[in-house]
């Protein structure tokens, strides 16, 4: 019983040992390899009150914060990839998150996300909602039932 014990106890650490450096090398794919950068310059006109803050979406946490050099450009080098990331523009003097861009998702055949446009009027999201609550209005009128 022992024998066959060993036997499988060295099966086992073989198998794990010769499957190691592939997942190793996988976590380190995903690390550290992506790019997010753009510029902001339709929202900002003196750049140093302004910085870019780089956010997690998963995690809500900030991963990093970038100063807009004097073309009103970012860069966040050096990402994880398959991480969601929001970019999010804001004002120094008062730390407050002047709008949002994103989110962007980096992959291994999408490392890098480098025509990011700061644009606070360009509000898709609030569109998508003007148009979800005219539609659920227009649904709601439409399947009224009549008077008889």
């Given at each position: 019983?022992?024998?066959?014990?060993?036997?499988?106890?060295?099966?086992?650490?073989?198998?794990?040992?010769?499957t190691?450096?592939?997942?190793?090398?996988?976590?380190?794919?995903?690390?550290?390899?992506?790019?997010?950068?753009?510029?902001?310059?339709?929202?900002?006109?003196?750049?140093?009150?302004?910085?870019?803050?780089?956010?997690?979406?998963?995690?809500?946490?900030?991963?990093?914060?970038?100063?807009l050099?004097?073309?009103?450009?970012?860069s966040?080098?050096?990402?994880?990839?398959?991480?969601?990331?929001?970019?999010?523009?804001?004002?120094?003097?008062?730390?407050?998150?002047?709008?949002?861009?994103?989110?962007?998702?980096?992959?291994?055949?999408?490392?890098?996300?480098?025509?990011?446009?700061?644009?606070c009027?360009?509000?898709?999201?609030?569109?998508?909602?003007?148009?979800?609550?005219?539609?659920?209005?227009?649904?709601?009128?439409?399947?009224?039932?009549?008077?008889?």
């Amino acid at each position: 019983m022992s024998m066959k014990r060993s036997i499988a106890l060295t099966l086992v650490a073989a198998l794990t040992v010769g499957t190691l450096p592939a997942v190793v090398g996988a976590q380190a794919q995903s690390q550290g390899n992506g790019v997010i950068s753009g510029k902001a310059n339709d929202e900002v006109k003196k750049p140093s009150d302004f910085a870019v803050q780089l956010r997690d979406v998963g995690t809500g946490q900030l991963v990093a914060t970038s100063a807009l050099d004097n073309q009103v450009r970012f860069s966040f080098k050096n990402l994880t990839l398959s991480q969601r990331y929001l970019v999010e523009l804001v004002r120094v003097s008062n730390n407050k998150i002047v709008c949002t861009e994103g989110p962007y998702v980096l992959t291994t055949t999408n490392i890098a996300k480098t025509d990011v446009n700061i644009n606070c009027g360009a509000n898709p999201a609030a569109w998508w909602l003007l148009g979800a609550g005219g539609a659920a209005t227009a649904i709601a009128f439409g399947v009224r039932s009549p008077k008889g």
